[in-house]
């Protein structure tokens, strides 16, 4: 699990109302940091800065280029949060002044540690923003112009990627050993909440497992990914059906 995910600097549609916790976001988002720096460096470096405002949960940045010169910074208080807001924003740190606020939803550690019961929902709930977010990215980088030469493309939902589909409620799955049955299928499905039903399509060694909803085929398919199936333990490609 990617702890980053957790917590996102602008609140997407469809995640948790962050009114309906019963604990304050405890989390800043840090921005323009150098982005040379090596990972573990910076996050030593913003734990020696931060660690004055309160004890610090985690720190989480990453190397991937999108997320490049940011950081999240979970405290055990919000009151820890806007005192490093008010006096750290605009702080210099390796030849970059850098940006400090409140991050806009919950980070997981917060949850986990104050709003147990919630978890599972809150988790849910920022799956389904991951997952929209990534079918959002590839309609957009198939809209985009491509250059004269460029061979002829697919067009429409064929264009895009299994991995990029849209969630919905029905998962795709593929890549199926021929020996493994619809009840071995099913057994691996049915023990997650809100399954329905499992349609087995043998000959073309693909299924489909239907939920009562797209969370519930989102929670089953983060954990059901790339299981391994049959006598050569094949990884089970697990997707969303086009829709």
Known sequence: MD??????HSAPPGGLDPSKYPVPIETVYVNNLEERIKIDTMK?????????????????????????????????SQ?????????????????????????????DETVKRKATDMFEEHKRARLTMKERKLAEEASKAEARPVAAKAKPRKTGAAAVPDEYVRPN???????????VTQDELTAIF?????????????????????????????????NT?????GPEQKPLKVTYQRQ
């Open 3 to 8: 702890p980053m995910e957790g917590v996102t």
């Open 44 to 76: 030593q470096a913003l734990h020696a800065v931060f660690d004055h405002y309160g004890p610090i949960l985690d720190i989480v940045a990453k190397k991937s280029l999108k997320r490049k010169g940011q950081a999240f910074i979970v405290f055990d």
């Open 79 to 107: 009151k820890s949060c806007l005192d490093a807001i008010e006096e750290m924003t605009g702080f210099e740190m390796y030849g970059k002044k850098m940006r400090v606020t409140l991050a806009k939803t919950h980070s």
């Open 169 to 179: 409620k029905i998962l795709f799955l593929q890549n199926i050993p021929k020996e």
């Open 190 to 222: 049915e023990r997650f909440e809100g399954f329905k039903e499992l349609r087995y399509v043998q000959i073309r060694a693909v299924a489909f497992a239907e939920f009562e909803n797209e969370q519930f085929a989102i929670t089953a398919k983060e």
């Open 225 to 229: 990914a790339n299981t391994l199936l």
